[in-house]
């Protein structure tokens, strides 16, 4: 699906895809369980924790502190081959995956199963089963792809879109539910642009990407062979594809323009002028297909490529728009087709734009499927065996801890009047949190899935997640829900409901153990606390209020002040160079480059203030605060592919991770006091060098 708004706003993350047949039957997500789920925690990968003997004490912390904390480590970790980065987000998302590989295998071994764990069998069993995929090669699409060779006019075209978009498979236009900026409590109908098979707009322009987009018309060339095209055919269609995608990449918004214009999302109409907008292609008659009552509200992001789409509907020739639709249709399918398929995919979107080295294996591979089409179900089983009830207990003290502290920041800004002030700290004061997984399991009535086919599983499940998306049009947002499940690494704010949100698997080693001294657990999951509470203040997250509501609650004078000082953050990031000389985007990632120093700061405040009238360890030689500083450094240890590396520096709104280890500690005096750093060091950003927001 082309839009999934609600996820884009709420995602401002810290940073991550032969049985026997059985009758299909549904799901019930009440559905008692087959048997109880067991964890063999030998098994598991290791942890990525600060160790002392980690730090290169060759190495100065005040001018290379990136490199003191985690050189060594990185050196000695390299890559694994089926990833493009490692770190202790990857590793940890190794464990978390190794853990729903037991509860997966477990899941499918019971034929009775009910429930989830039925739909994660379902899943797993047919994904693993190789030799019966192998053995339908194209045949699962040959019916869709025999519609899409007879299509003759726009009004054929027309219709398959909205055909296809019923079940699920808008990729070109599709609608999802998402909050009204205006009235957040409310679910209105919404599109976005989309169509694109490169990263972002800037593939298909920037002379840079070249070799990309020549190798791009070379998988599209592939895939549409494989597909059944002659070859010397298939490379003239492979060009028109490109071109195809190329004029609406033109019309289109970049992943930088949207991270640093929240507006651009927001744009309500009538479902009448949004037929007026496209009279080739009738809204109404796409909401009657899609079985939803006509939205009194309707969201149309970026105008300009809806406008475009429908004059391609007129001018582009048939022959092109049935090129373009038949390779995507198998583009999309490939990871759930046969070997061919799968490696082409791999290839291209992996390899090419990645620099992955290996395929990852089988078993990771529909593990991600499983958390993709039906990852809450995954979740409810994996919070049983795999998240203790004292990590959520600690996980509140933190939370209202960093609160406090963040609450103390805000009393004391000396830039901000006190009627801004007022409104922040009502903002501040309405943040829901938000801890390990949901109190309200999502229902699975009426998703049916068996043992017979992998991709007539993913199939189904698209359906019923579009349907389940597009059922909350106009009706009252469900603040129950989770933009994520519980076994994803990650966090985020939602400027729509004002919630933070931290998912049971990263409530682990480097970022939290219960059984930690307080430096480690605030440098690491506190500063991430910190790091989803300053979202709420990003340059972006600022313009919602306590409710949720798109609004404007600053003076004008304050706004000047802000902008002032986040203009100094974007040209300290902007400064920053990579090994071979390249600079960031200190604008693209602005809002992540505030929430890391609003977080740093107010973790240490609180974790100060939570140590008061205790002495310092000393653990290892290393006072409290030094400590803090290096967990925060030990959670951005990261290496990445050259490859992966020059996609993130253009599509990435976070800054590169050894630049978030030293971005935000460098403007903070605790940091140089911690390690006895002087004015001139390069971790020492003074007077006017020095920014200070929250």
Same mark, same amino acid.
């Given at each position: ?18 049985? $026997?047949a059985?009758? %299909? ?16 925690e030998?098994?598991l990968?290791p ?5 002392v003997?980690?730090?290169?004490t ?18 000695a ?6 990833r ?20 997966a295998?477990?899941?499918? +071994? ?13 899943f ?7 030799a019966?995929?192998?053995?339908q ?16 006019d ?9 055909e296809?978009?019923a079940?699920?498979q ?14 957040s409590s ?13 990263p ?11 070799d ?19 070859a010397?055919?298939?490379a003239?269609q492979?060009?028109?594809?490109l071109?195809?995608?190329?004029r ?6 970049s992943r ?13 109409? $009538? ?19 899609q ?9 149309v ?19 092109q ?9 198998v ?26 080295k ?25 919070v049983?065996?795999?998240f203790p ?10 939370v +209202?801890?960093?609160?406090e502290?963040?609450?103390? !920041? ?9 009627e ?5 700290l ?24 068996? !043992? ?8 189904a ?5 579009? !349907? ?9 947002v469900d603040k129950?829900e989770?933009?994520m =499940? ?10 729509l ?12 080693? $480097?970022?939290?153990?219960p059984?930690?001294t ?14 989803e ?10 313009? @919602?209020?306590?409710?949720?509501? @798109? ?10 002040a ?20 390249r ?11 505030i ?18 009238? %205790? =002495? ?22 990261r290496?990445f ?22 971005? +935000? =500690? ?6 140089a006091?911690?390690?006895g ?5 390069a971790?020492v950003?003074?007077g006017? !060098?020095?920014?200070v927001?929250?």
């Amino acid at each position: 699906m082309l839009l999934s708004l609600a996820v884009t706003l709420a995602v401002s993350a810290c940073q991550r895809e032969s049985a $026997p047949a059985a009758a %299909t039957a549904t799901a019930p997500a009440d559905a008692p369980a087959a048997r109880e789920m067991t964890l063999d925690e030998s098994k598991l990968p290791p942890f990525n924790q600060f160790q002392v003997e980690d730090l290169d004490t060759s190495k100065n912390a005040c001018t290379d502190f990136a490199g003191y904390a985690n050189a060594k480590f990185l050196a000695a970790n390299p890559i694994p081959g089926d990833r493009t980065s490692w770190g202790a987000f990857e590793m940890l998302d190794e464990r978390s995956t190794a853990v729903q590989q037991q509860l997966a295998e477990q899941a499918a +071994a019971d034929a009775d199963a009910t429930g989830v764990e039925k739909l994660v069998g379902d899943f797993w069993a047919t994904g693993m089963d190789e030799a019966k995929i192998n053995a339908q090669g194209i045949e699962p699409l040959r019916d869709e792809l025999a519609r899409i060779d007879a299509l003759s006019d726009s009004a054929g075209i027309v219709a398959w879109l909205r055909e296809t978009a019923a079940k699920g498979q808008g990729f070109l236009i599709g609608v999802g539910a998402m909050p009204d900026f205006k009235d957040s409590s409310i679910n209105i109908a919404a599109t976005g642009q989309g169509g694109l098979g490169l990263p972002d707009t800037p593939y298909y322009k920037d002379a840079d990407k070249q070799d990309i987009r020549d190798a791009y018309v070379a998988h599209i060339a592939k895939v549409l062979e494989l597909s059944g095209v002659p070859a010397a055919e298939a490379a003239t269609q492979a060009n028109d594809v490109l071109a195809f995608e190329t004029r609406l990449a033109a019309a289109s918004k970049s992943r930088a323009e949207f991270s640093r214009d929240v507006s651009l999302y927001y744009n309500p109409m $009538p479902v009448a002028d949004a037929d007026k907008l496209t009279p080739n292609f009738s809204w109404t008659e796409f909401f009657e297909a899609q079985g939803v009552e006509q939205p009194g509200t309707f969201s149309v992001s970026v105008p300009d490529y809806f406008r475009e789409v429908d004059a391609m509907l007129a001018d582009v020739p048939v022959d092109q728009w049935k090129s373009y639709l038949r390779f995507h249709v198998v583009d999309g399918a490939s990871p759930y087709l046969s070997d061919a398929f799968v490696q082409q995919h791999y290839d291209f979107h992996n390899r090419t734009l990645s620099g992955q080295k290996e395929l990852e294996p089988r078993w990771k591979r529909v593990l991600g499927t499983i958390d993709g089409q039906v990852g809450e179900a995954m979740g409810q089983l994996y919070v049983k065996v795999a998240f203790p009830p004292e990590s959520k207990a600690k996980m509140e003290a933190l939370v +209202a801890n960093l609160g406090e502290a963040l609450k103390a !920041r805000i009393q004391n800004l000396e830039w901000m009047s006190e009627e801004t002030k007022a409104k922040a700290l009502e903002k501040q004061a309405a943040f829901t949190t938000k801890i390990g997984y949901t109190d309200k399991w999502r229902d699975w009535n009426g998703l049916e899935t068996g !043992r017979e086919s992998y991709l007539d599983n993913v199939l189904a499940a698209q359906e019923f997640n579009y !349907r389940w998306q597009i059922g909350k049009i106009g009706e009252p947002v469900d603040k129950t829900e989770w933009a994520m =499940p519980p076994q994803m690494v990650n966090a985020y704010y939602n400027p729509l409901q004002n919630e933070i949100v931290f998912p049971a698997a990263i409530l682990q080693p $480097p970022f939290f153990d219960p059984d930690a001294t307080d430096e480690m657990n605030y440098g690491g999951i506190g500063a991430v606390i910190g790091h989803e509470m300053s979202h709420g203040y990003d340059d972006q997250g600022s313009r @919602f209020g306590p409710t949720g509501k @798109f609004e404007n609650w600053w003076t004008e004078a304050d706004a000047a002040a802000f902008k002032e000082r986040t203009g100094k953050l974007v040209a300290q990031f902007d400064g920053y160079r990579t090994s071979d000389g390249r600079a960031l985007n200190g604008t693209h990632t602005l809002g992540e480059n505030i929430g890391d120093l609003g977080g740093l700061a107010t973790a240490y405040d609180a974790m100060k203030k939570a140590t008061a009238g %205790t =002495p310092d360890p000393m653990t290892d030689g290393l006072t409290r605060d030094q400590r803090f500083f290096l967990n925060w450094a030990t959670v951005w240890r990261r290496n990445f592919t050259p490859e992966e590396l020059s996609k993130r520096l253009v599509t990435d709104e976070h800054a590169l991770a050894e630049f978030r280890a030293i971005g +935000a =500690p460098s403007n903070l005096p605790a940091f140089a006091a911690a390690f006895g750093c002087k004015p001139g060091d390069a971790m020492v950003r003074d007077g006017d !060098r020095q920014v200070v927001i929250w």
